[in-house]
């Protein structure tokens, strides 16, 4: 449980003490900021390090180029406008600074070049069309730190009377606060040198470099800091899993995009009174619904988000541009059942404690605390909130009025950024987010969650934020509606039950062929009449509605006989697979209170117990008494079949399914398909609810059931020649399996298939996208269901765009409604993880004898007429932004490694793109110290061998991160799996993995691995390095990898790009990068010899040599 305090005590932090903090906050400590020495190096920042750092990894990339714009509208004095931007890069040191490894340099030189753009050839319309992209190219161009300095000025002219000055800064000179100080700056100087008159702006008495110099000398202050961010910090998630359109890339790529909105004015005003009410800012009152929508988004109860400080506590530091503003870590830990009100002071009491830590700078912070680097998310948090608190840049310039505009710089630093900015009482915001990661449409959903979470406090902060409302009136009506399906309801004839569909086929067409197995056929009229011989036997027995009969016999054709036979004699089948196991058999018997069994001679002595009646499919039926009347005395809701699945216990459970669930159910699939099952391949064993799809759809439509023998079903050869020899139109099957049937051998034997169903686990696009490819005009279909939601809930129809992603489970079925609810039993967005719920008339009676767990997964649903239940599946999925439903596996087979939340068949579908690999299950298992790791266990594809687990890591790295990687790797001849076809995880788990190779020292195998390793070592301060050793695992940090770069230089006389050391990560790998560096180096000298030689020959030398081709 979370420890907050109680409302009244929180209150107790009153306003007074609340200014009182921030007054000490913002004090000067340790004395003024005095003037340097005009001798003194100037050092970085501390924060200016860190950004100096990441410029040298990543030379070209912009994402820390800042832009301010500002439209003129009069007649604009260019040349004032020039001079005033030549007096503030002499203003401010900063601004003509160039950084070096050991610190700034400031030139003298203080002019600024004002590079122009002219639109005046277009229309106004057009020039802000080419606007833009012109603005873009500019701001995105690098900065060469070492070079130049960092800032470049534009001036697009659109016409005589209308200007847009552009500035671009890199982040390293300055903040938002610092571009609002050069604008205003800008203002007053244009506004004096346009009349002729001198700078009316006092000199400035200190600069940046003597802010750097001061801070530097402030380390004994760190160690009180820095245990204040351990303690906070220490056991927080390294990524908050939102829930994003696209996979997470394995590298950042920084592209972002913008989406902006804004609160009403009456909103705004209300979050205004409700931090009032709190004593809590604004800044805190947009944490807390920020967080809640996070919590909503992932469930997560750990939530760290990032939030800048100006970091300009020294009063003197307000005039200065520079590169002041730090980044602070918010850690909330929220609960569904916390008040809103209480999340916001607990926020509120936490930001009062971070601003008396603020100095610490965030990269201080990470040299510290050293968080796990990983190159695809940012460290620490990856959402960032800012509450802009800056100067006003609203201004005139004599007769030119100034207006600021809002550039889009197309780069996201972070996953997901918001930005609140408060004018003229009305609070207007952007998100600004990763492009990589979201669809501007999901991050438009999340703006108006956003707003109906801050209403909703607003109107009762006291609400649990898991009961704040979140989804807007369109989008509760387009999920509970539209996409549930709980509006599209099928009728039937009452008290109908299947096997009467079935009779109504025998009566209209007895001669038509119903079954055929191993040679032999059975006819509707003969399937018919058969089954009624049996099902007047059950009568005499004395079974009727709610008694149950077992069913327990091998493939045949009696098998289909008997399970027909004790639905006409009302009672309900329980199907069990004779492979099975004795001692589950047993249990099924003892559970299900079986006391008459259908069987055949061959297996009745297994069921030689005094309480059971044994009758034998394969004898006459006339060997048994008979009933003189059958009427089938049943109703719909009676139970129709039991069939146990396996449970979490190891205890098989007893699923009930109703006459009305499984008539439902296959009209509703005959009202889908709309064609009917010529002949259908029956693939499932009939203990499995997947049977059911194939044995009642076809024989209720008067289709064929083509049953496989037991060996043919392990023989794809056997298989494709059955489908070829009977025709098949139909098949189901588990997606794995069929593409095994679908092998470009037996392609020829496949023309007659009409349509493809798969079902019982995860299809890969892969699998579609192979469909398609080799029979396109055969239709393919993913279908979903559980046991529990009568075969199926929600079904998908493929394209020839499938790609390699997981199929989606499409939409729900007739008479089936699908809800994707969170923990409260609330609709989730679309494109959020929950958890999927069936309701509707395919929602079983509950699980025999089992009337706790019945209580819990089946549930009165909150969305229908009173009676109505959902079954809660433990399934993950989500809507997607179509309406579709995209399955995400199942909830507890996700698992954390390190800290991170992983989808284990997101490892799985990476692994079987790998050509060598057919199929592949990834399990969480704990090593001897308790921790978790991860185990693939791997089946070659055909003719194929698997690489060893060096290739396979750098295979799969190539998309994932580091956290989802195997520790090892099992290959396998197959796949251990359990009696319905499905991959039989425990049985992985009890297999023994090989033994990884003892982790030894790789020795250096030449001089430039020796000079290599040499320099690790006097950088990382080791003994020893092995070539093959990890430089983060050994202690390296960015500042170490510029180090390294450095004496690289020095000792090789090459410039190995310092993202090279973050990607080589190895001495093994960086020798072999520097031998290629060499041997281009010394090709590129070689060139330029023999050009310089080639420049001095004669005419006729050079023409002889071109017609020699020398």
Not at 421 to 448: I, P
Not at 571 to 595: N, Q
Request: charged letters at 20%; glycine letters at 6%.
């Amino acid at each position: 449980m979370i420890e907050t305090k109680t409302p009244d005590k929180q209150r107790s932090v009153s306003r007074t003490q609340l200014i009182t903090r921030l007054k000490k906050t913002h004090s000067p400590t340790n004395g003024a900021i005095t003037k340097r020495n005009k001798d003194q190096p100037v050092p970085l920042s501390y924060s200016q390090e860190r950004l100096w750092i990441m410029s040298q990894l990543e030379p070209d990339n912009p994402i820390y180029n800042v832009a301010g714009a500002v439209q003129f509208d009069g007649l604009l004095n260019i040349q004032a406008l020039q001079h005033s931007l030549d007096e503030v890069v002499r203003r401010h040191e900063i601004l003509r600074s160039l950084f070096v490894a050991e610190g700034q340099q400031v030139l003298p030189d203080s002019r600024l070049p004002l590079a122009y753009l002219d639109f005046t050839g277009f229309s106004h319309e057009r020039a802000m069309d080419l606007f833009p992209q012109c603005a873009d190219d500019f701001i995105h161009r690098p900065f060469l730190l070492t070079g130049q300095p960092p800032l470049r000025a534009l001036l697009a002219v659109l016409s005589e009377q209308r200007h847009i000055l552009l500035l671009a800064l890199h982040h390293i000179v300055s903040d938002r606060w610092s571009v609002g100080v050069l604008m205003q700056e800008v203002a007053a100087l244009y506004a004096a040198y346009g009349h002729g008159k001198p700078s009316s702006l006092t000199e400035l008495p200190i600069q940046y470099g003597d802010f750097c110099v001061w801070q530097r000398r402030q380390r004994e202050k760190w160690a009180r800091h820095l245990d204040y961010w351990r303690q906070k910090l220490a056991g927080a998630p390294p990524l908050l899993e939102l829930p994003t359109d696209r996979p997470r890339p394995p590298v950042l790529s920084y592209r972002g995009g913008m989406y902006s909105f804004e609160f009403s004015a009456e909103l705004s005003r209300t979050l205004k009174e409700l931090g009032k009410q709190y004593n809590a800012t604004l800044f805190m009152v947009v944490a807390a619904a920020l967080n809640t929508l996070l919590y909503r988004y992932t469930g997560s109860q750990d939530i760290c988000i990032g939030y800048p400080v100006a970091g300009r506590g020294q009063s003197q530091t307000a005039a200065l541009i520079g590169f002041f503003v730090n980044t602070l870590v918010l850690r909330c830990q929220i609960e569904a059942d916390l008040p809103f009100s209480e999340l916001l002071l607990q926020l509120r009491e936490q930001a009062l404690q971070d601003q008396n830590h603020q100095e610490l700078s965030f990269g201080q912070l990470l040299d510290t605390l050293k968080p796990v680097r990983n190159t695809g998310h940012a460290p620490l948090f990856q959402v960032m909130l800012a509450v802009q608190n800056v100067p006003a840049t609203h201004f005139r310039m004599q007769d030119v009025s100034a207006m600021p505009l809002a550039m889009n710089t197309h780069i996201a630093q972070f996953d997901l950024s918001l930005f609140v900015d408060e004018r003229d009482g009305q609070l207007f915001c952007s998100f600004e987010y990763s492009t990589a990661l979201f669809d501007a449409g999901t991050v438009a959903r999340m703006a108006g969650h956003l707003q109906t979470i801050l209403a909703g406090a607003a109107s009762n902060p006291d609400l649990p934020v898991g009961r704040l409302p979140l989804l807007t009136p369109t989008e509760s009506r387009q999920l509970l509606d539209d996409w549930s399906g709980r509006n599209n309801q099928a009728s039937y004839a009452d008290g109908l039950m299947i096997h009467q569909c079935i009779e109504a086929q025998a009566r209209m067409a007895p001669d038509r062929s119903a079954l055929v197995f191993a040679g032999q056929s059975l006819s509707y009229g003969e399937l018919d009449r058969r089954a009624q011989q049996w099902a007047e036997r059950l009568s005499a027995s004395g079974v009727g509605p709610e008694c149950r009969v077992g069913v327990c016999a091998e493939r045949s054709l009696e098998l289909i006989v008997g399970l027909l036979a004790v639905l006409k004699a009302g009672s309900a089948y329980v199907p069990l697979d004779p492979s099975y196991p004795k001692e589950r058999l047993d249990a099924i018997l003892d559970d299900a209170g079986i006391g008459v069994m259908l069987t055949q001679s061959s297996l009745a002595d297994g069921f030689q117990r005094c309480s059971i009646k044994v009758y034998c499919l394969d004898r006459e039926p006339a060997l048994y008494p008979a009933a003189t009347v059958l009427a089938c005395p049943a109703a719909q809701e009676n139970t129709a079949y039991i069939i146990y699945t396996s449970g979490s216990t190891g205890r098989p459970k007893g699923v009930a399914i109703s006459h009305r669930n499984l008539l439902h159910s296959t009209l509703a699939r005959a009202n889908y398909y709309r064609e009917m099952p010529e002949c259908f391949l029956l693939l499932s064993s009939f203990a499995f609810d997947s049977s059911v799809a194939g044995i009642f759809w076809t024989l209720s439509q008067g289709g064929c059931l083509c049953l496989p023998k037991q060996d043919e079903l392990t023989d794809t050869a056997a298989l494709t020649g059955l489908i070829n020899r009977h025709r098949v139109t139909h098949l189901l099957a588990l997606p794995s399996f069929y593409a095994a049937i679908a092998d470009d051998r037996y392609l020829d034997r496949l023309r007659t298939l009409q349509s493809v169903i798969v079902a019982g686990e995860a299809c890969s696009g892969e699998i579609a996208a192979g469909h398609h490819r080799k029979l396109p005009k055969v239709r393919f279909y993913n279908e979903y269901g559980p046991t529990e939601g009568t075969v199926w809930s929600s079904v998908y129809r493929s394209d020839e765009n499938a790609g390699d992603m997981t199929l989606p489970v499409g939409r729900p079925v007739d008479s089936v409604s699908i809800y994707i609810l969170d923990r409260q039993l609330q609709p989730v967005p679309a494109g959020v993880g929950g958890e999927l719920c069936v309701g509707g008339a395919g929602v079983a009676r509950g699980y025999l004898n089992r009337p706790a767990l019945t209580a819990e997964k089946f549930i009165p649903s909150p969305f229908s007429a009173e009676g109505a239940r959902l079954y809660k599946t433990g399934d993950l999925a989500r809507f997607g932004a179509g309406g579709e439903i995209e399955f995400l596996g199942r909830i507890d087979n996700q698992i954390k490694i390190r800290g991170y939340r992983i989808e284990l068949g997101e490892i799985e579908e990476r692994l079987q793109l790998h050509p060598a690999i057919q199929e592949a299950v990834v399990l969480a298992k704990e090593d001897v110290s308790g921790h978790k790791k991860l185990l693939a266990y791997l089946v070659a594809s055909p003719s194929a061998t698997v690489p060893e687990n060096s290739a396979l890591q750098a295979f799969l790295k190539q998309t994932l991160p580091d956290y989802m990687l195997p520790a090892n790797y099992v290959v396998l001849d197959k796949l251990p799996l359990m009696p319905n076809g499905k991959r039989d995880r425990l049985a992985l788990l009890a297999i023994a993995e090989p033994a990884l190779p003892e982790r030894e020292l790789k020795p250096v195998s030449n001089w430039i691995e020796a000079e290599l390793a040499g320099i690790w070592r006097e950088v990382l301060g080791l003994e020893a390095v092995g070539v093959d050793a990890d430089f983060f695992e050994q202690g390296g940090h960015s500042l170490a990898a510029i180090q390294v770069k450095s004496r690289i230089q020095s000792v090789f006389n090459i410039e190995l790009p310092a993202k090279a050391l973050f990607e080589l990560r190895t001495v093994e790998l960086q020798a072999a990068e520097l031998a290629r560096l060499q041997i281009q180096q010394h090709d590129d000298r070689d060139l330029e010899k023999l050009l310089a030689e080639i420049e001095q020959l004669p005419d006729d030398e050079a023409d002889y040599l071109l017609a020699n081709e020398i």
